[in-house]
């Protein structure tokens, strides 16, 4: 039986997880590191586009359950004699840590996207394993919510050759444990490593968990999801005079009115003085979401965004929440993209970057009691991030028209 036994049939997950990968030439491992795995694949050392690109045709074979590490082997020896490459390691272990680490890390992230249906996660070592990891014992039938922040740097694989794996668990399955809750984490040290000793761009410290190897500390799989969140665009929502008359852009004004403006709930006005993880938590909560794991929702025409505590963060992890002083309101945006009353997609001429942009855009709006003009509910989404508008006191009528431009993609029944 090949080293690589991480399952009996290839899965969809899997398989679509490593065909996302764009190829990526390399002169050492550290040169990729940790989560940029999600994006790449990469053959260390591999330093030419037909090279990895032939290693990356003899991987897929072995994901779609074609070949095992024997067959993996000829194929190693047929891409070396063609390519004359120079590889560090003898030929055995080289071609094994290939194939062994290409597995580990598409079946993790295969794994930790079917997994994410189960409120509960438990880890479990292999005792079939010659050289059991001392913390990798330990940590085997921890039980720990799904988003618990361990898992971020514990996911397994935590290292070469590392055979652990994860199964979710629901509360019956806890019962059946004798559990009545989860476990708590285990505490995380940190230590310090050595890596590329032997890089041409020499070597360079990392902080690592202890019992993870060095470039193991992350959860394959999670970092494509995070990668999709769309910024938040500096530029606010502007009105449609502008593009709606410019040459070329095909945007169209509608003949009748909004639907008329449901009761501004209760419930989604927060209180004020929370912090802004509080107000976030509140926003990606109906969705699925939390702070530490993100989602992918399905609008009521089908499309796809993902949402993430990154929508209210900048490049530095920053929270930029308060700065439109429209916290409270964000319950109101989530109703916004959740229940609309219109969908437009609006031609958008960008005067700085000279080209022409698409951009999708909910309307929502609620009537505010003592208002006579309903206050307004706007999330904006285009290739260059997003935007929002969350009006209260209410805006003024003929702005709330001039974001009417477009296509109408739907329109909320009354």
Known sequence: MPFAAYGSLPFAEQAEFFRRKLNLPTDGWTDIYTSEHDWAFVVAGANRDAIVADFRAAVEKAIAGQSTLEDFRKDFDRIVAQHGWDYNGGRNWRSRVIYDTNLATSYAAGRWQQLQAAPFWQYEHQDWVQHPRELHVKWDGLVLERDNQWWQTHFPPNGWGCQCKVRGLWPHDLQKLGKSGPDEAPTVNFLEREIGQRSINGPRIVRVPEGIDPGFEYAPGSARLRGAIPPERPTPIGGGPGSAVSLGLPNLRPADPLPAPRALPASAVLPSGMSAEAYVGEFLGSFGA??????????????????????????????KVFKRGRERYL?????????PDEIWARVEWLHAAGRAAVRRRYVARFSVDGQETPGLVVFELGADGWAGITAFPPAPGAYVEDLRVGVRLYRREE
């Open 290 to 319: 939390t702070l530490s794991e993100p989602a992918v929702v399905r609008d009521v025409i089908g499309e796809r965004l993902v949402v993430g505590k990154e929508l209210f963060q900048d490049a530095q992890g920053e929270w």
């Open 331 to 339: 319950p109101l945006l989530a109703q916004a993209l959740q229940a």
